[in-house]
């Protein structure tokens, strides 16, 4: 991110005063823009005053006053209520209100995964983390790509060292997670038109992220969510540390796929095998007719097809490395839903 403030003569996020006011006579925050967001998609951006390490906050200008009418701040005075979805924890609630409609937006505070959990919790070092994300979401939003509304981004002094990560998002209604299902796909609560259409759907969705240039950091079941119906739609979120590249080799997408499969397959391991060799071709040849169907990725995809190994090779590399950590996460006492989000249900 730009980390240099430009005065802009936009409304800034809070209104005129807030600031001192809440703050005991604190300076008011200084807006400024961050040029490297498209037009389209204005963003505001909030730097505290004062030297030293100052919080930030950024926010797409449609949901500002919202925002502001809750108390999302750089001092973090909003008051949240524990919403029914859980990451690593339960994600926190914000009902907003925006054009004259309520809307449900979900409060995510970074926490590190794995053993750093233990060490570092909430404290991050690098503070432009949400800020990033918020760029990529708005990004892909712009192309039709699905996936969450990132609304606002906010990073804030930790005490000694470090910063505390928060990140808010529009609630997809009506969405659970990808490994939700495929605990009612385990208990038999699944039709098999729904599960043809659902694996169909997934093979398309991550044709379109690998199309873009999106290979998602973490892929696995619990960053897929899905609206069941006759055509159920599937969306990918919590794109933290993700990028786009101009173009993915076939081995890059090749390692991502393989990193879907590696989470997938820890889950089946739990208990009553439930997934069949179909789904699995099902979802690769939706894959690989989503990418053939786009100009000029008829040769890409038959490369992708020729370096199939490549999936199984980057699997056998990773998984001993993988169920070491598991298995230390497992000692450490994670639980099941924290590591897997077994039983996340969003509505």
């Known amino acids: 991110m730009d980390e240099r403030p430009r005065r802009s003569p936009a409304t800034p996020l809070a209104p005129p005063g807030a600031s001192g006011a809440r703050g005991g006579g604190r300076p008011e925050a200084v807006p400024v ?107 892909l939003l712009a192309t039709g790509f699905p996936t969450a509304t990132v609304v606002a981004a906010r990073a804030r002094p930790a005490p000694l060292v470090g910063w505390w990560l928060d990140l808010v998002s529009e609630r997809l209604e009506g969405t659970l997670d990808l490994g939700t299902w495929l605990e009612a796909l385990r208990a038999g609560d699944v039709g098999e038109p729904e599960r043809r259409a659902v694996f169909r759907g997934l093979g398309t969705l991550l044709a379109r992220a690998h199309a873009l240039g999106l290979a998602h950091a973490d892929l696995q079941p619990r960053n897929v969510l899905l609206r069941r119906g006759p055509e159920p739609e599937l969306f990918l979120i919590d794109l933290d540390r993700s990028r786009l590249d101009a173009v993915l080799s076939p081995e890059r997408r090749a390692r991502n796929l393989a990193r879907l499969l590696r989470s997938t397959q820890r889950r089946e391991r739990r208990g009553r095998h439930f997934l069949r060799r179909s789904d699995g071709a099902r979802v690769l040849r939706a894959y690989c007719a989503e990418l053939a169907a786009r100009p000029g990725r008829a040769q890409d995809i038959r490369r992708f097809r020729s370096e199939g190994r490549a999936a199984l090779r980057a699997l056998t590399r990773g998984v001993w490395m993988h169920r070491f950590g598991w298995w230390l996460e497992r000692t450490a006492g994670a639980k099941v839903e924290a590591r897997d989000g077994a039983a996340q249900v969003r509505g």
């Open 33 to 139: 823009t961050a040029p490297r967001f498209a037009a389209s998609a204005e963003v505001h951006h909030l730097v505290a005053p004062g030297p030293g390490r100052r919080a930030r906050l950024a926010a797409l200008v449609a949901f500002a006053p919202a925002l502001a009418a809750v108390g999302f701040d750089l001092v973090g005075s909003e008051r949240l209520a524990n919403s029914d979805l859980v990451g690593r924890k339960p994600l926190g609630a914000l009902d907003a209100t925006l054009d004259g409609r309520p809307r449900r937006l979900l409060v995510r505070s970074l926490e590190h995964g794995g053993l750093l959990r233990w060490a570092t919790g909430r404290r991050f070092l690098d503070r432009g983390r949400p800020f990033r994300e918020l760029e990529l979401a708005t990004a």
